[in-house]
């Protein structure tokens, strides 16, 4: 599976986004489907999760009530809604394929895509 992120850009703060992530390959239903991001000298780390029907999420306290993650199986396509943009937002962000919710939590993952910058400005 081959993971492609786009929908990155510069936004004020308070501003959203729509970041997706589509997949080529076989088998996309089959993967629980993360994003994550990275800021200029810090660790990567987890922003989101989604099950492979869409039905479960699941969110880093740190976005919590502000990002939607949610999937379109049929477009092979994993989306992350982001509002209320912070400056602390601005990273590369990542998008992941794991087995289950546990393995893309802990980084156990079996496809990263190439990151889109997000910028927020204050």
């Known amino acids: 599976v081959q993971l492609q992120a786009s929908g990155g850009g510069l936004v004020q703060a308070g501003g959203s986004l729509r970041l997706s992530c589509e997949a080529s390959?076989?088998?996309?239903?089959?993967?629980?489907m993360g994003w994550f991001r990275q800021a200029p000298g810090k660790p990567r780390e987890f922003v989101a999760a989604v099950s492979w029907s869409g039905g479960s999420t699941y969110y880093a306290d740190s976005v919590k009530g502000r990002f939607t993650i949610s999937r379109d199986n049929a477009k092979n396509t994993v989306y992350l809604q982001m509002t209320s943009l912070k400056p602390e937002d601005t990273a590369v962000y990542y998008c992941?394929?794991?087995?289950?919710?546990?393995?893309?939590?802990?980084?156990?993952?079996?496809?990263w895509g190439k990151g889109t910058q997000v910028t927020v400005s204050s």
């Open positions: 390959g076989p088998n996309f239903e089959n993967y629980y």
């Open positions: 992941a394929a794991g087995d289950t919710l546990k393995a893309v939590i802990d980084f156990a993952i079996n496809y």
